[in-house]
């Protein structure tokens, strides 16, 4: 199970901090990402972590967003700086029962696991 906190109302310059906790004990060897859905728009891939330590990012969050892992804790949790209007989505943290090939990383559908979501909202 995977749960999601953390979002919130920011303006725009602002930051937020989302968290997503794990309750499975083999946590380390998944493939952990978040993915965001704004109003309208489908779902796309925001930040993923993979087990060796590798992190790939959306490109239009690169230098803004830092996702970090914590495998004795079990949680990622994505740093988010300089927010903007057009961050606004609801969030979802996500893993994958694997290592994922890079190729695959950004594909909802390789990641078993969903969070129920958490809401960001970037007022200008």
């Known amino acids: 199970q995977l749960q999601a906190s953390g979002g919130g109302l920011v303006q725009a310059g602002g930051s937020l901090r989302l968290s997503c906790a794990a309750s499975?004990?083999?946590?380390?060897?998944?493939?952990m990402a978040w993915f965001r859905q704004a109003p309208g728009k489908e779902r796309e891939f925001v930040a993923g972590f993979r087990s060796g330590g590798n992190t790939f990012y959306e490109n239009s969050v690169k230098g803004r967003f830092t996702i970090s892992r914590d495998n004795a804790e079990k949680t990622v949790n994505p740093q988010m700086n300089s927010l903007q209007p057009a961050d606004t989505a609801v969030y979802y943290c996500a893993a994958a029962q694997a290592v994922l090939i890079v190729s695959t990383i950004r594909d909802g559908r390789q990641y078993q696991y969903w969070g129920q979501g958490t809401k960001v909202t970037v007022s200008s």
């Open positions: 499975d004990r083999t946590f380390s060897r998944y493939t």
